[in-house]
């Protein structure tokens, strides 16, 4: 069973940052992309950003200049940057490894509001 631990969510002020981090058991971890997806309330789950094993990042439009998503293959581990955080970026935050399965970590809560 994949176990993950995601940190970094919270309230922040429009025009904020904040850093998500995810940490997961699945191993070769540096084998599969990673990815950051996200659900508001009363919406569809979307796409954040997206990186390969090898660092080739992908982003969606409304996060694009803002967000940025790395890797550190050596402690399994994802992050997201969020910088100039909107009202609208509110939502849960899932890391997933983007294999022939996906693999869904707990989800973690992201407030921008003033």
């Known amino acids: 069973q994949v176990q993950f631990v995601e940190s970094g969510g919270g309230l922040v002020q429009p025009g904020g940052s904040l850093r998500l981090s995810c940490a997961t058991s699945?191993?070769?971890?540096?084998?599969?992309?990673m990815g950051w997806f996200r659900q508001a309330p009363g919406k569809q789950r979307e796409m954040v950003a997206t990186i390969s094993g090898g660092g080739w990042t992908n982003y969606s439009d409304s996060v694009k200049g803002r967000f940025a998503i790395s890797r550190d293959n050596t402690k399994n581990t994802v992050y997201l940057q969020m910088n100039n955080l909107k009202p609208e970026d509110t939502a849960v935050y899932y890391c997933?490894?983007?294999?022939?399965?996906?693999?869904w970590g707990q989800g973690t809560q992201v407030n921008v509001s003033s």
């Open positions: 699945e191993s070769p971890f540096s084998k599969y992309p």
């Open positions: 997933v490894i983007l294999g022939r399965t996906y693999y």
